[in-house]
C-alpha cells in the first residue's frame, strides 16, 4: 500500500514538473514571438499588426504582463501605420504601465500616450508624456526611439505654432540621428526648419533648402517617399505664381503617395489644400471648391482649419460673392489672430514649467527615498553591530568566569597537594633521623605519588622557593590571575625589582638574554612567571592570551634560549635550574 502512494505522489510530482516546464517554454517562446513583433513596428506595421491578430487567440491565455505587452504593441504598430490610438484599452495599458514593465517598456506606453493625448487635443499632457518617454529613452541609451521622441515633440510644437521649440526639438533629432549614422532621418528631420520658413514667409528660403533635401535624399536613397519634400517647394511656387512648376512638383508630390511607407490619411490635408490654390491660380473654380470641401472633411488640427478660411476667403473674392467672404474672413480672423502664438508660447512655457515641477517632485521623492533607506541601514547595520558586541561581551564574561573558577579550582587542588608532599617530606626528615627503614619507603613512596600527581594534573616539575611563597606581590599576581585581570606596567615593575633583589644570578642572565636573544615582552614576563612557578592557566590570564599559547611558548623558548628541542615542562626546570 505504501509503495503505491509513493508511485502515485511520485507521478503527480513528475507530472506537475511537466506542466510548469512546458508554461515557462509557452512564455518564453510567446515573449520571443512579441520581441520580433516589435521589431516588426518599426519596418512594416501592418505586418506587425497581422501578426498580432493572428496571436489574438492565445494572447487572453498568458499572463497579464505579456498580456499587456501585446495590446501595447498593438497601439505602437497603429500609430507608425498612421491609424488612431483612441481606443477603449488605451488608457487602461497606459495607467498599467506607470507601476509595472521595464524601462523600454514605460517608454513605448509613454510615447503613445503622447500620442494619446495629441489626438484628443490635451498638448500639456501630450508634452508631459513625450517628456517622460524622453528620458526613459536617455536612461537605457536608445536612440532610436529617442529620434522618434524628438520628431513627435517637434510637430506638437509646430501644431501650435511654437517654432522655437520646434526648432530646438529639430536640432536635437539632427544630431541624435547624424550620431546613429542615419543621414536620411537627419534630413527628414530638417523639414522643421522648412516650415519654420513657410510660416515666417521666407518663401527663397523654403524653396531652396527643399531643393536641396530632395536631392540629398535621393543620393542616398532614391525612392518615391523623398517627394514628400517637394510639398515645400510646390508651397512657394504657388506663391510666386510659378503655375507650370508647381503643377510639376504637385504631380511629382501626388505621385509620392503610392509609396507603401506613407501614411496618406495625415498628408490629405496639405494635398487638398495646394490643389485647391493651383486650381484657383489658374481659374478653374469649380475644380477649386471640389478641393476646398475635401480639405473641409479632413482639416481637424488648427493649422488645417486656417488653410482652409484663407483659401475660402480668396475663392470667394474671385468669385464676388461678398456674403460669403465676410463670414470667412471672420473665421479666419478667428483662428489667425496674432495673439494666438504668443498665448502658445506662454501656454508651453507653463507645461515646461509644470513637467520641471513634478520632474523635482519625483526627485526630492527618489533622494528622501534614499536618505531613509541609507538611515535604515545604517540604524540596522548599528543594531547589529551592538548586538554583535553584547554578544562577545557576554561570551567573553562568561569565559572569564570559567577560565577564573578554573583558576580557584587547579589553585585549591595544587595547593593541597603541594602542602600534602610538603608534610611527607618533613616526616621524612624526621624518620632519616631515625633507622625505621621500612616506614622511609613507604613514605618516600607516597612522596613520589604526590610528586607524579602535581607534575600530572598541572604540568610543574618545579615547586615555588620560600621567598616565593611569602611574598605578597606573588600572592596579588595570584589574587589577579583569580579575578580575571590583568597586571598593570607598574605592577610588573615591581615583580622585576623584587625578584632582582632574591634571584640577582637569575635577572643578571635573564636581562643578558633579552639583549642578545630579542626576547619580546611577553616571552620575558613569561620566564618571571615561569620562575615564580605559576600555573598554566594563571600564565594565559595574566599574558592576556591562551593556555595553548602559553606552552607553545614555553616550548618555543627551550629552543630559543637554552639552544635545546624540549617541551614546556623542560623549559620549567632549566629555568628552576639557573
Known amino acids: 500500500m505504501d509503495r503505491d502512494r509513493i508511485f502515485v505522489l511520485a507521478l503527480a510530482s513528475v507530472l506537475l514538473l511537466l506542466f510548469f516546464a512546458c508554461e515557462n517554454q509557452q512564455k518564453r517562446i510567446y515573449s520571443s514571438v512579441l520581441q520580433s513583433i516589435d521589431s516588426l513596428t518599426y519596418t512594416s506595421p501592418k505586418r506587425a499588426l497581422a501578426r498580432l491578430d493572428s496571436l489574438d487567440s492565445c494572447t487572453d491565455r498568458q499572463c497579464v504582463e505579456l498580456s499587456m505587452w501585446a495590446k501595447l504593441l498593438r497601439l505602437k504598430a497603429r500609430y507608425k501605420d498612421y491609424q488612431s490610438v483612441d481606443t477603449d484599452e488605451t488608457p487602461s495599458i497606459i495607467r498599467y504601465y506607470e507601476d509595472h514593465g521595464s524601462v523600454y517598456q514605460k517608454m513605448n506606453a509613454q510615447y503613445i500616450a503622447g500620442a494619446y493625448w495629441v489626438e484628443k487635443g490635451e498638448t500639456p499632457m501630450a508634452i508631459k508624456s513625450f517628456q517622460t518617454a524622453e528620458d526613459c529613452a536617455k536612461a537605457i541609451n536608445n536612440k532610436r526611439d529617442l529620434l522618434r521622441i524628438y520628431c513627435a515633440k517637434m510637430d506638437l510644437y509646430e501644431r501650435i505654432f511654437v517654432y522655437e521649440k520646434a526648432l530646438e526639438e529639430m536640432k536635437s533629432a539632427f544630431d541624435c540621428a547624424m550620431s546613429m549614422g542615419d543621414t536620411l532621418m537627419a534630413l527628414t528631420s530638417m523639414e522643421c526648419k522648412l516650415r519654420y520658413y513657410q510660416q515666417t514667409d521666407q518663401i527663397d528660403s523654403m524653396a531652396s533648402l527643399s531643393q536641396r533635401l530632395y536631392s540629398a535624399a535621393q543620393r542616398i536613397n532614391p525612392c518615391d517617399y523623398n517627394a514628400l519634400t517637394l510639398s515645400y517647394s510646390v508651397d512657394a511656387c504657388l506663391r510666386k505664381r510659378e503655375w507650370k512648376k508647381a503643377k510639376r512638383y504637385l504631380d511629382m508630390y501626388e505621385t509620392a503617395f503610392g509609396c507603401d511607407s506613407v501614411g496618406v490619411s495625415t498628408l490629405f490635408g496639405d494635398l487638398y489644400d495646394y490643389k485647391a ?25 488648427y493649422y488645417d482649419k486656417v488653410k482652409l478660411y484663407s483659401n475660402y476667403q480668396d475663392l470667394y473674392d474671385k468669385l464676388g460673392n461678398s456674403d460669403s467672404l465676410c463670414k470667412y474672413s471672420k473665421l479666419y480672423c478667428q483662428y489667425n489672430d496674432s495673439t494666438m502664438a504668443n498665448l502658445n508660447v506662454e501656454r508651453v512655457a507653463q507645461i515646461q514649467s509644470l513637467y520641471n ?15 531613509t533607506l541609507v538611515i535604515l541601514c545604517g540604524t540596522v547595520t548599528v543594531v547589529l553591530f551592538l548586538f554583535v558586541m553584547l554578544w562577545q561581551w557576554r561570551m567573553g564574561k562568561k569565559e572569564r568566569r570559567k577560565i577564573v573558577s578554573e583558576i580557584i579550582a587547579q589553585r585549591e587542588a595544587y595547593g593541597n597537594l603541594l602542602e600534602a608532599y610538603r608534610k611527607k617530606s618533613k616526616q621524612l626528615d624526621l624518620l632519616m633521623s631515625g633507622k625505621d627503614i621500612r616506614a622511609e619507603e613507604l613514605l618516600q613512596e607516597s612522596i613520589g605519588k604526590l610528586r607524579k600527581e602535581l607534575v600530572d594534573n598541572f604540568a610543574m616539575k618545579v615547586f615555588p622557593k620560600e621567598w616565593v611563597c611569602g611574598s605578597l606581590l606573588v600572592r596579588q599576581l595570584h589574587s589577579l590571575a583569580e579575578e580575571g585581570k590583568h597586571p598593570s606596567d607598574e605592577l610588573w615593575l615591581q615583580v622585576e625589582k623584587e625578584l632582582a633583589l632574591n634571584e640577582e644570578n637569575f635577572m643578571e642572565w635573564l636581562t643578558n638574554c633579552r639583549k642578545d636573544k630579542k626576547l619580546k615582552e611577553r616571552e620575558w614576563r613569561m620566564c618571571l612567571l615561569v620562575k615564580m612557578c605559576f600555573l598554566p592557566v594563571e600564565m594565559a590570564v595574566l599574558l592576556v592570551t591562551s593556555k595553548q599559547n602559553v606552552s607553545n611558548m614555553r616550548s618555543r623558548l627551550v629552543q630559543k634560549i637554552f639552544g635545546q628541542n624540549g617541551r614546556s615542562g623542560e623549559f620549567d626546570i632549566l629555568i628552576s635550574e639557573l
Open 277 to 301: 490654390r493651383y486650381y484657383m491660380g489658374v481659374g478653374k473654380m469649380d475644380s477649386a471648391l471640389c478641393f476646398q470641401r475635401k480639405l473641409s472633411q479632413v482639416a481637424v488640427t
Open 357 to 371: 515641477y513634478d520632474r523635482s517632485l519625483k526627485e526630492m521623492y527618489r533622494q528622501k527615498k534614499v536618505k
